[in-house]
């Protein structure tokens, strides 16, 4: 038997979003305004989320639901297809998500769901180096993490394939 630590990534909390750096106060702003597009008449929950290019384009992404329910997207999926798409030969560096009820003004902590970490964790891995991920922990806290790879442990690989 043997009892292991998991992976030696480490990530920061910040008790205040005036302690983050001011470009990750700028990618944050982003992401909130990219709640304003989110099509989510079934949740009425908005989710936004913006991501910083090498070149320093940031791409903006929003949850857009569906009638058909397993049709619709998450923010980070969104924004992360389209930058797959759209800028294929771009490195991502960071991603910020916000996120917040349809009907109040107030942000809300929000971590993304299995299925945006395996596709956060697949960018990651197809460009060879590590994505900053940013999202409101608490009421008044933050955390940025160095990589994405801390938030899907065990994770699925191509390695397996
Ligand atoms: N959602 C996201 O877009 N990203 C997340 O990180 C969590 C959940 C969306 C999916 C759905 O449109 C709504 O939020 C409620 O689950």
């Known amino acids: 038997m043997l009892t292991k630590t998991l992976k030696n990534e480490s990530y920061t909390e910040y008790q205040s979003e005036k302690e983050l750096p001011q470009e990750d106060i700028e990618l944050l702003q982003h ?72 009907e109040e003004s107030e942000f809300l902590p929000v971590t993304p769901c299995g299925s945006c970490r395996q596709v956060m964790l697949e960018s990651e891995n197809k460009q060879d180096q590590p994505i900053e991920f940013i999202m409101r922990s608490g009421k008044n806290s933050w955390i940025k993490t160095q990589s994405c790879k801390i938030l899907l442990p065990f994770s699925f690989d191509a390695s397996s394939l």
């Open 31 to 102: 992401a909130r305004d990219a709640c304003k597009s989110s099509y989510s008449p079934y949740s009425n929950f908005q989710v936004g989320v913006a991501v910083r290019l090498g070149s320093g384009k940031i791409v903006r992404g929003s949850n857009q639901e569906n009638a058909a329910y397993p049709s619709g997207l998450c923010a980070e999926r969104v924004a992360l297809f389209h930058v797959g798409s759209n800028y294929p030969n771009e490195k991502i560096l960071q991603i910020a998500v916000a996120a917040k009820r349809a």
